[in-house]
Structure formats: C-alpha cells, structure tokens
C-alpha cells in the first residue's frame, strides 16, 4: 500500500490585504457565508484588515505589513463624496489628516498609487459598473493613510501594488462587494507566486 503524504503544502499565493479603512463602512465584507473564510481572488488570497484603529495606527499597521513582506498588494475601500461612479484614486496629497499643513516636511508634496488604475477601471466598467480613475484626493482618513503608506514605501523597482477605491454613497453593497472583488482580482493577476521553501 503506498503511502499517503499527510502533510499540508504551504500556500504559495501571493497575500493581498484588503482594508476599509472606516469601521462604520459595512458594504464590503470579506466573509461571504458561514464558513468565516474571506472571498480569495483568482492565483491570491486575500487578507482583510480590520479598519477598527486610528488613521495613524491603521497606516502604520498596513505599512508594516508590506515591509515585512506579508502582503504584495494593497486595496483601500471606502466612500467618495461624488456622486455617480465608483473612483479609482491616483494619487494622495502630503496633508495632515486635520488642517492644511504638510504630513511630512521632507515627503513629495504628492505620490501617485501604483495599482493600475486603468485596467481596474477598464475591469470595473466591462462588469457593468460606472467607474473612473480621478487625480484628486478626497481629505479623509483614506487620503491620508494612502500618502503615509506610498511615502513610506522603500525606494527600488519592483513597488507592490496599492490603490484605493471609492463607492459613491448610493451604491448597494453588492455592487460594492462586486466593485472591490473586480479590483483586487486586477491588481491579483500581476502578483507572483511565492517562491518555492529552500529544502532542508
């Protein structure tokens, strides 16, 4: 009788964490039926960060993530102020979260999301959806954490990929939910595996 090999292989999809970075924001919920376990895109697995902390905590926690190579990519969900479509936001302003004075007085006065906007907004509209990628940054806690968690990112040419998208306030929560899974699976098909565990 041959044996049976018993032993669970690691999980070798990329990680992309998803956070709605306002607890009261309930649309997206990463739990689709009793089994507790989180929606995965296609090829990646997902892990949902909770939004329950302060902005700066929040930042800092998601910007350790990424640092310490947890996660590969990053999708922020939220509300926009707009009406009409669903937003893909290009870029953060270096404000601080209250008032008008720079977050970092060192820090680019503006850093562009490095998610591809365009193909999630292309990805966005062939499902049906209303969908634009827009350059101006809402002033919220979304827009903040965006600026500390690009700003922090190390210098090199491979960035993980992170973006940030916006539910207008009239959308119901499956097209959010279908809004935000379309997303991640765009920013999932440019992620690679993880590499194979040096054998002993």
């Given at each position: 009788?041959?044996?049976?090999?018993?032993?669970?292989?690691?999980?070798?999809?990329?990680?992309?964490?998803?956070?709605?970075?306002?607890?009261?924001?309930?649309?997206?919920?990463?739990?689709?039926?009793?089994?507790?376990?989180?929606?995965h895109p296609v090829g990646a697995r997902t892990l949902p960060v909770s939004g329950?902390?302060?902005?700066?905590?929040?930042?800092?926690?998601?910007?350790?993530?990424?640092?310490?190579?947890?996660?590969?990519?990053?999708?922020?969900?939220?509300?926009?102020?707009?009406?009409?479509?669903?937003?893909?936001?290009?870029?953060?302003?270096?404000?601080?979260?209250?008032?008008?004075?720079?977050?970092?007085?060192?820090?680019p006065g503006v850093v562009r999301a490095t998610a591809a906007a365009a193909e999630?907004?292309?990805?966005?509209?062939?499902?049906?959806?209303?969908?634009?990628?827009?350059?101006?940054?809402?002033?919220?806690?979304?827009?903040?954490?965006?600026?500390?968690?690009?700003?922090?990112?190390?210098?090199?040419?491979?960035?993980?990929?992170?973006?940030?998208?916006?539910?207008?306030?009239?959308?119901?929560?499956?097209?959010?939910?279908?809004?935000?899974?379309?997303?991640?699976?765009?920013?999932?098909?440019?992620?690679?595996?993880?590499?194979?565990?040096?054998?002993?």
């Amino acid at each position: 009788m041959l044996d049976m090999d018993t032993g669970l292989r690691p999980d070798r999809r990329p990680a992309i964490a998803i956070c709605a970075w306002n607890p009261d924001f309930t649309a997206w919920d990463p739990v689709e039926d009793l089994s507790g376990d989180p929606w995965h895109p296609v090829g990646a697995r997902t892990l949902p960060v909770s939004g329950d902390a302060s902005a700066e905590t929040l930042a800092a926690r998601l910007s350790a993530m990424i640092a310490k190579g947890e996660c590969g990519a990053l999708l922020l969900v939220g509300r926009t102020i707009h009406p009409g479509a669903f937003r893909l936001q290009t870029r953060a302003e270096n404000k601080r979260l209250v008032g008008t004075e720079r977050l970092d007085h060192t820090g680019p006065g503006v850093v562009r999301a490095t998610a591809a906007a365009a193909e999630i907004v292309r990805d966005l509209t062939a499902v049906g959806l209303n969908a634009i990628a827009a350059s101006d940054a809402e002033e919220d806690a979304g827009s903040y954490i965006l600026y500390r968690i690009l700003n922090d990112l190390p210098d090199g040419p491979a960035s993980p990929a992170i973006g940030l998208i916006r539910a207008p306030s009239d959308a119901p929560n499956a097209k959010v939910q279908q809004a935000v899974k379309t997303a991640a699976s765009a920013i999932a098909r440019h992620l690679a595996p993880l590499p194979r565990p040096n054998a002993a």
